[in-house]
C-alpha cells in the first residue's frame, strides 16, 4: 500500500510539474530525493485505518518548481498525497478530459488490483471527500487507458510561452485558444527564452486524453513561423481514429487519412499550389 501510495504521489506531482508523469531515463534533479514529498502512513487504534501524513509542497520543492504560471503551477500549501486524490477522483468520475491524471498515473490506479488478489476488498481515502476504490473501480481505471489515442508526429504552430523561464516545459496557444502544455527536452532553455512571446512552429509528437484532446506536446523542433507557417499549421491536430463506441470521433474513413488527419490543417487549394506545398514541407525537414 506505500509503495502504492509513494509511486502516486510520485507521478501525480511530476504530471503537474512536468505535464507528465513518467519519462523513460534518470528522474529529474528534484525526484532524486523523493522522501520529502512521499506520503507517510501511521497506525491508529482501529485496525485497518492509517493516517496518512504529506507535507506541504512549499517546504520541499524548489522555489522555481513554485514560480510557475498556469497550468504548472504547484500552490505552496498543497501536497503531493492532494494532487494524487484529485487525480484519482476525476479518473473514478470517468473525466475523459481531465488534465489531473495520464497514463502513467492511470497504471498505478490499476495496480491496486495487486492488493485485491491480496483479499482487500476495498480501499477507501477519506478526506473532504470519500473515495473509493474496489476491483470495479480499477476495472474503469483500466477502461480510461483503452480510450486514449495513440500518441502520434504533428507539426503545429501558435505562441509560445514559457510558465518557467530557464525550464523547459512550455505553453502554446494556437488560432484556436486553446493553452496545449509542452515539454522540450532537446532544446536549451535560452533558445526557447529568444522565442518566448512569438510565433512559432512545433514539431514533435503529441499525447492525448481519452476525450481525444492534447495532453501535452514533447517538442523535437521549434522555430519563428512565417507567414506560410501560420497558414499551414494553425490548427490544433487530433487523434487519427479511434475504437467504437471509446468516446471520442472517429475520422470520417474518406478523410482520416488526409492531410488534416495526420498533421494538421492545410490551406484551401485555390490559396497555395502543391508546389509551394511541398517547398514548406521541404523547409521543416
Given at each position: 500500500m506505500l509503495h502504492l501510495l509513494g509511486e502516486g504521489t510520485r507521478r501525480a506531482l511530476r504530471l503537474r510539474i512536468e505535464g507528465r508523469s513518467t519519462a523513460r531515463g534518470e528522474l529529474p534533479v528534484w525526484m532524486r530525493s523523493a522522501e520529502p514529498f512521499?506520503?507517510?502512513?501511521?497506525?491508529?487504534?482501529?485496525?485497518?485505518?492509517?493516517?496518512?501524513?504529506?507535507?506541504?509542497?512549499?517546504?520541499?520543492?524548489p522555489a522555481n518548481l513554485l514560480s510557475g504560471g498556469p497550468p504548472f503551477d504547484v500552490a505552496p500549501d498543497?501536497?503531493?498525497?492532494?494532487?494524487?486524490?484529485?487525480?484519482?477522483?476525476?479518473?473514478?468520475?470517468?473525466?475523459?478530459?481531465?488534465?489531473?491524471?495520464?497514463?502513467g498515473l492511470l497504471e498505478t490506479f490499476s495496480a491496486f488490483a495487486r492488493l485485491f488478489e491480496q483479499g482487500v476488498e476495498l480501499i477507501e481515502f477519506v478526506q473532504e471527500r470519500v473515495l473509493r476504490m474496489d476491483r470495479d473501480a480499477v476495472e474503469r481505471m483500466?477502461?480510461?487507458r483503452r480510450q486514449m489515442p495513440a500518441s502520434r508526429a504533428v507539426w503545429i504552430a501558435g505562441t509560445l510561452d514559457l510558465p518557467r523561464p530557464g525550464?523547459?516545459?512550455?505553453?502554446?496557444?494556437?488560432?484556436?485558444?486553446?493553452?496545449?502544455?509542452?515539454?522540450?527536452e532537446q532544446m536549451e532553455p535560452a533558445r526557447l527564452l529568444a522565442l518566448r512571446g512569438r510565433s512559432v512552429v512545433v514539431s514533435g509528437m503529441v499525447a492525448f486524453r481519452p476525450s481525444g484532446a492534447i495532453a501535452r506536446i514533447?517538442?523535437?523542433?521549434?522555430?519563428?513561423?512565417s507567414a506560410r507557417d501560420l497558414e499551414l499549421w494553425s490548427d490544433v491536430p487530433g487523434p487519427l481514429w479511434s475504437l467504437p463506441g471509446e468516446g471520442w470521433s472517429r475520422?470520417?474513413?474518406?478523410?482520416?487519412?488526409?492531410?488534416?488527419?495526420?498533421?494538421?490543417?492545410?490551406?484551401?487549394?485555390?490559396?497555395?499550389?502543391e508546389e509551394d506545398f511541398l517547398a514548406a514541407l521541404e523547409e521543416m525537414s
Open positions: 512521499e506520503p507517510r502512513l501511521e497506525s491508529t487504534a482501529e485496525p485497518g485505518i492509517f493516517r496518512v501524513e504529506s507535507r506541504p509542497l512549499g517546504q520541499v520543492l498543497q501536497t503531493a498525497m492532494e494532487l494524487l486524490e484529485t487525480g484519482l477522483a476525476e479518473a473514478l468520475s470517468g473525466a475523459t478530459n481531465s488534465t489531473a491524471f495520464d497514463a483500466a477502461h480510461l525550464d523547459r516545459v512550455f505553453t502554446l496557444v494556437p488560432r484556436s485558444g486553446a493553452v496545449l502544455k509542452g515539454l522540450a514533447h517538442a523535437e523542433q521549434m522555430h519563428e513561423a475520422a470520417d474513413p474518406e478523410t482520416r487519412l488526409s492531410f488534416e488527419a495526420l498533421l494538421g490543417s492545410r490551406p484551401e487549394e485555390d490559396e497555395e499550389s
